[in-house]
């Protein structure tokens, strides 16, 4: 049984506000929107489970835990812990970050474009690594941490930073892509871990903002490159069967259909201006269905983000699998990247064509006299992979992602197709299933 961790960035602060820079600088508390989303995320959860609930101890997550922590049912003690404080930045504490900018520009610079590599020299002459040590003590807490809930539900109240380190180390995402992870205040994450630290662990969703009325996580700025919505199609018979459908066209079913209304009405407010989609017909539906709000889009098809192809898996039972193909089906679920399908296709193969289609799409829509935003929607496997390659994983990571029928990732690429990208939300289900928790069926791919 898998040990589910939920993460929680704390809400808005006084510093936040004014966007000076907090570090470990203890001073800042919660703003009046700052407790009134804490009370939002206390609502979200209130009706799950808690067995561990762990914060950072400076005031403005501490702050932000107890207000969750009124609102749950028979929930533990709040332990708060020093392997949860924020980046320690202390050249540019109770700065603004506009003086940062100017005063530490070169340095600046670095933080933002090489975050592990990034150091400050110190008045004793130290370097000081500050995102390395962050990803350093984000281990240490899982290791020490995550031993003691086996199957059980962790709940955690930090920071922007130690937050992304935490989702990054658990995972085995490098420290260079610690700016490609967005956290807004107040934002819910969930990670699903098999066994302990270093076992495989799976990103159920990131950077969830729905309980705070916000759908998708805004663009701050105005930028060179896209923002994506990458939906996986809604349900069909054989999802609900679990059957292996790869390649075979199979459409949507009533629920596969409900599910591209929720997400249609989920998308509502937001300003398309392109929608690319498989070729195949349920992905093809269900971006259909989404467009009806959008009547003036013309939607795009593509052959190179169509399903992985399993062969002879196809329509297939895992039942049928391992009797046909004894261990094979194992191999598939524990070293996914090692698995040719028999007269299909492997990962590496997936891999390829999803991401030179993702490519040419980020490409035609960068360096516009505007923000563009457009849906792509695909399959699961393609889903994933995309995801994988964006977080600088690799196929093996296969099953670190999770995207649920109807899901909608956010990607933004603030510097165009030659700028590292920006996930601002992954695997949103909300308006599937009413909560933070994906209840979305597993189903076959």
């Known amino acids: ?44 959860l209130k009706g ?31 332990q708060p812990t020093e392997n949860l404080m924020e980046v320690d930045l202390p050249l540019w504490e109770k700065l603004r970050k506009d003086e940062v900018t100017v005063k530490y520009a070169e340095d600046y610079r670095a933080w933002k474009e090489q975050p592990h590599e990034f150091k400050m020299v110190l008045a004793d002459g130290t370097e000081h690594y500050p995102v390395l040590a962050l990803y350093e003590q984000a281990k240490q807490f899982w290791q020490s941490t995550i031993p003691q809930y086996q199957g059980k539900t962790l709940l955690i109240v930090a920071h922007n930073g130690i937050n992304r380190c935490l989702l990054m180390s658990a995972v085995g995402i490098n420290p260079d892509r610690y700016h490609s992870i967005q956290q807004s205040n107040c934002c819910v994450n969930i990670l699903n871990f098999s066994g302990g630290f270093g076992d495989s662990v799976q990103i159920e969703s990131l950077n969830q903002t729905s309980h705070l009325d916000i759908p ?65 017909s349920r992905p093809k539906e269900t971006a259909e269905i989404i467009l009806e709000n959008h009547p003036d889009i013309t939607l795009e098809t593509t052959t190179e983000l169509i399903e992985i192809c399993h062969g002879l898996w196809e329509g297939k039972l895992e039942s049928e699998i391992e009797a046909g193909f004894p261990g094979m089906l194992q191999q598939w679920k524990d070293a996914p990247e090692t698995v040719q399908m028999p007269e299909g296709e492997n990962l590496q193969q997936v891999w390829d064509r999803a991401i030179a289609a993702w490519q040419k799409i980020v490409e035609q829509y960068s360096n516009s006299d505007r923000n563009r935003t457009g849906i792509v929607v695909a399959h699961d496997a393609i889903n994933k992979v995309i995801v994988c390659y964006l977080l600088g994983l690799k196929p093996a990571n296969f099953w670190n992602i999770k995207q649920g029928n109807g899901a909608v990732t956010v990607i933004d690429y603030p510097k165009g197709a030659s700028g590292k990208p920006v996930l601002q939300a992954i695997n949103l289900t909300s308006h599937l299933s009413g909560g933070v928790l994906d209840k979305t069926a597993a189903g076959a791919l």
């Open 1 to 44: 049984m898998a040990t589910r961790v939920i993460i929680v960035r704390h809400g808005q602060s006084t510093y936040n506000a004014k966007k000076m820079i907090q570090g470990r600088c203890d001073e800042s508390v919660l703003t009046e929107k700052g407790i009134a989303d804490a009370q939002a995320v206390g609502n979200a």
């Open 48 to 78: 799950v489970s808690i067995d561990g609930f762990y914060c950072s101890p400076l005031q403005r997550a501490k702050q932000t835990a107890e207000t969750i922590h009124s609102y749950l049912d028979n929930a533990p003690a709040l």
């Open 216 to 280: 998708i996580p805004s663009t701050r700025n105005p930028h060179a490159g896209p923002r994506l919505l990458l939906v996986r199609h809604g349900e069909t018979q054989w999802n609900k069967e679990s059957r292996f459908q790869g390649i075979r066209d199979i459409p949507l079913n009533e629920n596969g259909k409900a599910q591209g209304g929720k997400a249609r009405d989920f998308l509502k407010d937001v300003s398309l201006d392109f929608a690319v989609t498989s070729s195949m």
